[in-house]
């Protein structure tokens, strides 16, 4: 149509990776869940050591987003994740400790739990700089935000 072909495309994708945040299931929800069950079970929890991605906390992603949108900056691929990487086990160790559950650790290869589709062993994207020139904060300081709703959303539905 001429008016779409005469207009300036505003097309825009935004790439993440390892999303965490409030509702269900995200990674630290399954990986506490899990290693309750491994503690109750005097077993060690056991997690994935080969697989490598960048933790992504959903409300830094939405920021990012509103700050593309009100810059004016959408067009591109524009890779919106937290800072540094980790192994699907350096998460998940840094989540049960910090949840305070005590349970030893077993880091496993990817291929332990075989998946209907064949995952990225190094997920890790390099972060698209913002308009305003600030990065996303580190993922553990994301995490550390995050830990403490999510802690009280689980006692809490363990109340009920």
């Given at each position: 149509?001429?008016?779409?072909?005469?207009s300036?495309?505003l097309?825009?994708?935004?790439?993440?990776?390892?999303?965490f945040g409030?509702?269900?299931?995200?990674?630290?929800?399954?990986?506490?869940?899990a290693?309750?069950?491994?503690?109750?079970?005097?077993?060690?929890?056991?997690?994935?050591?080969?697989?490598?991605?960048v933790?992504?906390?959903?409300?830094d992603?939405?920021?990012?987003?509103?700050?593309?949108?009100?810059?004016?900056a959408?067009?591109?691929?524009h890779?919106?994740?937290?800072?540094?990487?980790?192994?699907?086990s350096?998460?998940?160790m840094?989540a049960?400790?910090?949840?305070?559950?005590?349970?030893?650790?077993?880091?496993?290869?990817?291929?332990?739990?075989?998946?209907?589709?064949?995952?990225?062993?190094w997920?890790?994207l390099e972060p698209?700089?913002?308009?305003?020139?600030?990065?996303?904060?580190?993922?553990?300081?994301?995490?550390?935000?995050?830990?403490?709703?999510?802690?009280?959303?689980r006692?809490?539905?363990?109340r009920?």
């Amino acid at each position: 149509d001429a008016a779409y072909r005469g207009s300036k495309a505003l097309l825009g994708i935004v790439r993440t990776s390892w999303l965490f945040g409030p509702g269900k299931p995200d990674f630290p929800n399954k990986v506490l869940d899990a290693a309750e069950r491994a503690h109750a079970a005097g077993e060690p929890l056991r997690l994935v050591g080969d697989e490598f991605g960048v933790p992504t906390y959903v409300a830094d992603v939405a920021e990012a987003i509103v700050e593309l949108l009100a810059e004016g900056a959408i067009p591109g691929v524009h890779h919106i994740v937290n800072g540094l990487f980790a192994s699907r086990s350096q998460w998940g160790m840094y989540a049960v400790t910090r949840a305070g559950i005590e349970v030893p650790f077993e880091e496993v290869p990817a291929a332990t739990w075989p998946r209907p589709s064949a995952v990225p062993r190094w997920g890790v994207l390099e972060p698209t700089p913002l308009p305003s020139g600030e990065a996303l904060r580190p993922w553990p300081d994301a995490m550390a935000d995050y830990m403490p709703g999510l802690l009280r959303a689980r006692l809490s539905a363990s109340r009920s």
